[in-house]
């Protein structure tokens, strides 16, 4: 087995620095550096959580291939990140007094979910559980 301790960073392309970061910094997270977004480099934000996102870019050719999950075209890739949050009730009005629109949402067996799209239309799920997480994924497979 591989020794994986924890999710160190997830990085999101993405094509206009300025929007981008705006929009992170308005779900909380923070700069930490820019190590030359216009050579490659990622941009480093950290939430206070502990999430931490690589932006990179700049993008340099448009999307003509979605590996986006809510839409019927299905290619191969990463289609989202998922963020565990507290409240549903307090998340839901936190993005509509940002004026941030949902692209989706669902409720399955105790675990309620919205789905939101950064500028570059990357999908972010954000998900709540009435009462404790359950222990392991595997305590939902014959449930799904």
Same mark, same amino acid.
């Given at each position: 087995?591989?020794?994986?301790?924890?999710?160190?960073?997830?990085?999101?392309?993405?094509?206009?620095?300025?929007?981008?970061?705006?929009?992170?910094?308005?779900?909380?997270?923070?700069?930490?550096?820019?190590?030359?977004?216009?050579?490659?480099?990622?941009?480093?934000?950290?939430?206070?959580? +502990?999430?931490?996102?690589? #932006?990179?870019?700049?993008?340099?050719?448009?999307?003509?291939?979605?590996? #986006?999950?809510? #839409?019927?075209?299905?290619?191969?890739?990463?289609?989202?990140?998922?963020?565990?949050?507290?409240?549903?009730?307090?998340?839901?009005?936190?993005?509509?007094?940002? +004026?941030?629109? #949902?692209?989706?949402?669902?409720?399955?067996?105790?675990?309620?979910?919205?789905?939101?799209?950064?500028?570059?239309?990357?999908?972010?799920?954000?998900?709540?559980?009435?009462?404790?997480?359950?222990?392991?994924?595997?305590?939902?497979?014959?449930?799904?």
């Amino acid at each position: 087995m591989l020794g994986i301790e924890k999710v160190d960073h997830v990085g999101i392309r993405v094509s206009d620095k300025t929007i981008a970061t705006a929009f992170y910094e308005g779900l909380g997270f923070e700069t930490l550096s820019d190590t030359g977004f216009d050579q490659g480099h990622p941009i480093i934000m950290q939430h206070p959580s +502990g999430v931490v996102l690589n #932006l990179l870019g700049p993008s340099n050719t448009a999307n003509d291939k979605n590996v #986006l999950m809510d #839409l019927d075209e299905k290619y191969p890739g990463l289609t989202h990140v998922s963020f565990k949050v507290g409240s549903m009730a307090e998340t839901k009005q936190f993005l509509a007094d940002r +004026g941030i629109a #949902l692209s989706g949402e669902f409720a399955f067996k105790g675990m309620q979910a919205v789905f939101i799209r950064d500028p570059d239309r990357n999908v972010i799920e954000l998900d709540a559980y009435d009462g404790a997480e359950p222990a392991t994924r595997s305590d939902r497979v014959g449930e799904l």
